[in-house]
């Protein structure tokens, strides 16, 4: 049997797991990421793959973006710092495993996932979001991932949804993500006086009738409802896949969701509005990684 290695570079922690031909994690190794010197982790990761002492075929590995995923390039990451900036890692890894590495992002290598053996698995288009810290996508079209002209595409979250919205971090002001994700839900949560941790319990202030906390979740489901039916406009996906915490963990929210799509779309693009919850857990960009492996050996 043949195997490939799927690697998940984080701002904290990097995960490499063994993957199987059938996409089973085999596998798997855990160690905090050196976010300042590249060549400390990338030595790990080249330890544990010829630990692994099996056939690999390839390696697929995700990282903390922008990326330049046509060149196999990290670009300027906030999390990651110094000599990681401007790194060839796909070129860089490669060398050090003897093995061809390829790099994509976190949402990509879910929705590829989710795509493959998922809830998109018997379809042809297949759009994920993941709502979480973030709020990161992926299109995914014939089992491939759709990158665009210069691997930006679904780089959605500076898309401006909100015209002078709320701004968080980086994100321009009204971006989907500073209005619909789960730190921006918290922060605009705080900023309203609330004493909340993190999106659930903002939430839950809303189920109990706090007029503030209500407009936040009303426009984080609104707003993203707005994004998800102009997909359809444009795309016309089979299914759109939501997961992430935000998604997977407030009650009703996926279901609000669709609701408001269908109430957003052409009469006729109704009956094809599917919006569903992942059914995938958190190693869903692993087995994307490893499949992206497997399909490059085709």
């Known amino acids: 049997m043949k195997y490939a290695v799927a690697i998940d570079i984080g701002g904290t922690n990097t995960r490499v797991a063994l993957i199987d031909e059938e996409l089973n994690i085999v596998s798997r190794e855990q160690f905090s990421t050196d976010n300042k010197e590249p060549e400390i982790t990338l030595n790990k990761i080249s330890d544990i793959v010829k630990a692994f002492d099996k056939d690999i075929t390839g390696i697929g590995m995700s990282c903390p973006g922008p990326l330049d995923l046509i060149n196999g390039k990290v670009l300027t990451p906030p999390n990651l710092n110094g000599k990681w900036h401007n790194l060839e890692i796909s070129k860089v890894l490669s060398e050090k495993t003897g093995k061809p590495v390829y790099l994509d992002n976190d949402a990509n290598l879910a929705g590829l996932a989710e795509a493959v053996v998922g809830e998109g698995k018997d379809c042809k288009i297949v759009q ?41 971090g980086n994100i321009l002001p009204g971006g989907i993500e500073a209005i619909s994700s789960g730190t921006a839900i918290t922060e605009r949560a705080k900023r309203a006086g609330l004493v909340v941790n993190h999106a659930g319990e903002v939430n839950d202030l809303a189920m109990k009738g706090n007029k503030e906390a209500s407009e936040i979740m009303k426009d984080a489901k609104n707003y993203l409802a707005n994004f998800i039916a102009l997909i359809y406009g444009y795309a016309d996906p089979d299914i759109v896949i939501l997961g992430g915490s935000v998604a997977l963990k407030i009650e009703g929210f996926v279901e609000e969701v669709e609701n408001l799509v269908k109430e957003k779309v052409y009469g006729v693009m109704k009956p094809y509005v599917k919006v569903r919850k992942s059914t995938l857990n958190e190693d869903s960009g692993l087995i994307g990684a490893g499949y992206l492996a497997f399909s490059k050996e085709k």
């Open 128 to 168: 994920y979001f993941t709502v979480s810290t973030g709020l990161g996508a992926g299109l995914v079209m014939d089992k491939k991932i759709y990158l665009g002209a210069h691997g930006f595409a679904n780089e959605v979250a500076n898309s401006i949804m909100m015209q002078d919205g709320p701004q968080i």
